[in-house]
Structure formats: structure tokens, C-alpha cells
């Protein structure tokens, strides 16, 4: 079962508003290779692992993957408030705040609502760990570009 | 009119649990390190002095925390009334 620690596992503070920014973050939070997929696989891959320390790894990486589910929504919820009308009409945020306003409803920047078909869960080990490394190595791919992207593994 | 005692003391208490929630998530972050180092090797003495170590240093935060700063859990004892539901919660940017 799960306890909850009333505190972000890094601290998030955001001056300034940016719905620009929140357009492109929110594939963190709902997209194929975001938090909600990372910690869903894990926690359902677990139950078939044969071997405690993949059973333990998988609790706790998943487990930890829900509290940067929860720092990816601080920055959307801290990036998405106190907007002006006008601020929001004219940025790409406009579509999903038509349905969502300033709720985080977990979507990829596609705007198409998140989907368990993001997700592997095969019941065996070698096939599920490689989903895992599938999932993690396409993250370095899903960051915004940048010259000081870490290379991917 | 402004206690200026009371509001100096309230500010610089904010500050130190500030401070000290800060700590608190270095401590923490090392502790989820650690454990997941420990899960696929779980005889390595190093990491589990380390984690032990790690234990200890949370304990006295967590205390110090407790005693002036609020419930970091549910599971904590409460004082002077049920603070667990006060603001700001952790996505607010006063909580940070």
C-alpha cells in the first residue's frame, strides 16, 4: 500500500505563467513516455516477476515514478495559473483548456487523452524489462532539444 | 498594529522549516537512491551502513520538522488542531 508525503520529492516554484512551456510538458505527464506510463508499467509488471529483487525494484521505481507523476503536475498547475483570457486564447494551450481549464487531465501534447496502449505488460521477464528499457531510453528523445541533452544510453 | 516581534519570529520560523523541508528532500531523495541500489544487491554491506546512516539523519529532521513545522505525513502526530489538510500543499508555489 501506499503512504503520502505531503512535500514534492524536488522543490517546484514558478514565477511566471507560461502556457507556451505547459503545451509541451504535458506529454510528461500523460503522454507514452511520461510519468503516468512509467509508473503504470512498472507497478502492473511486477506482480509476475519471479525474482524478489525485480519485484522490489519495480515497486519502488514505480512508486517513485507517481512522485514525479505529482512534480510534473506542480509545474503544469504552477505554469497554467492566474491566466488572462487573452493569454490563453492566443497560446497553443487554448484546445485542451476549452475541456480541461486549469484541471490537469493527463493528455501527451496531441491532445488525445492518455492510453494503457502505452504500455507493456507481457507477464514475462526478459520481454517486460526490455519494454522498460525501451520506455526509459526514449526519454532523452521526448526532452525538448537542446544543446545539453544528456546522450541517451 | 503589527506585532513586529510575533511577525519577525512567524517569518524567520517560515525560513528555517523552509530550510529544513529542503533538507529533508535531500535526505529523502538519497534514502529512494539507496533503496533501489539495495533491491538488486541486497548484501552489500556499504549501502546498507549508508542507508543506515541516511535512517539516522531522518529521524532528527524529521523530528525537528514535526516539533515547529507541521506533519510531513498523515501517520504523525498532530498539534493544535488537524494540520495535515492546512495549505499550502506541495504543487502550491508557497509550499517550495
Known amino acids: 500500500m ?38 503504470m508499467r512498472y507497478l502492473h509488471q511486477r506482480y509476475a516477476m519471479p525474482y524478489d529483487e525485480i519485484k522490489g525494484i519495480l515497486t519502488d521505481v514505480g512508486t517513485e515514478e507517481l512522485a514525479h507523476l505529482e512534480m510534473v503536475a506542480a509545474i503544469l498547475h504552477q ?32 491532445g488525445v487523452p492518455f492510453d494503457m496502449k502505452y504500455v507493456g505488460v507481457k507477464g514475462d521477464v526478459i520481454t517486460d524489462l526490455h519494454e522498460d528499457l525501451a520506455a526509459d531510453a526514449a526519454i532523452p528523445q521526448a526532452q525538448p532539444l537542446s544543446k545539453n541533452r544528456p546522450k541517451p544510453l | ?11 524567520t520560523r517560515q525560513t528555517n522549516c523552509k530550510m529544513l523541508k529542503k533538507k529533508l528532500q535531500a535526505v529523502d531523495f538519497a534514502i529512494v537512491e539507496t533503496t533501489l ?5 541486497p548484501d552489500c554491506q556499504k549501502a546498507l551502513e549508508y542507508h543506515k546512516r541516511l535512517l539516522k539523519e531522518r529521524r532528527m ?24 489538510v492546512k495549505g499550502p500543499w506541495p504543487w502550491e508555489p508557497d509550499a517550495n
Open chain 2, 1 to 11: 498594529m503589527i506585532d513586529r516581534n510575533t511577525a519577525r519570529e512567524n517569518g
Open chain 1, 79 to 110: 505554469l497554467t495559473r492566474n491566466l488572462s483570457e487573452e493569454e490563453i486564447k492566443n497560446s497553443p494551450f487554448a484546445t485542451y483548456f476549452v475541456d480541461h481549464t486549469t484541471g490537469l487531465y493527463p493528455v501527451p501534447a496531441s
Open chain 2, 61 to 84: 529532521l524529521a523530528e525537528a520538522l514535526q516539533q515547529s513545522c507541521g506533519p510531513v505525513t498523515a501517520w504523525e502526530e498532530q498539534q493544535g488542531g488537524w494540520e495535515w
Open chain 1, 2 to 39: 501506499w503512504i503520502y508525503d505531503k512535500k514534492l520529492q524536488y522543490p517546484v516554484k514558478i514565477k511566471n505563467p507560461n502556457p507556451k512551456l505547459a503545451q509541451v510538458i504535458i506529454s510528461q505527464l500523460g503522454g507514452p513516455d511520461g510519468e503516468l506510463a512509467a509508473s
Open chain 2, 37 to 41: 541500489y539495495l533491491d538488486v544487491y
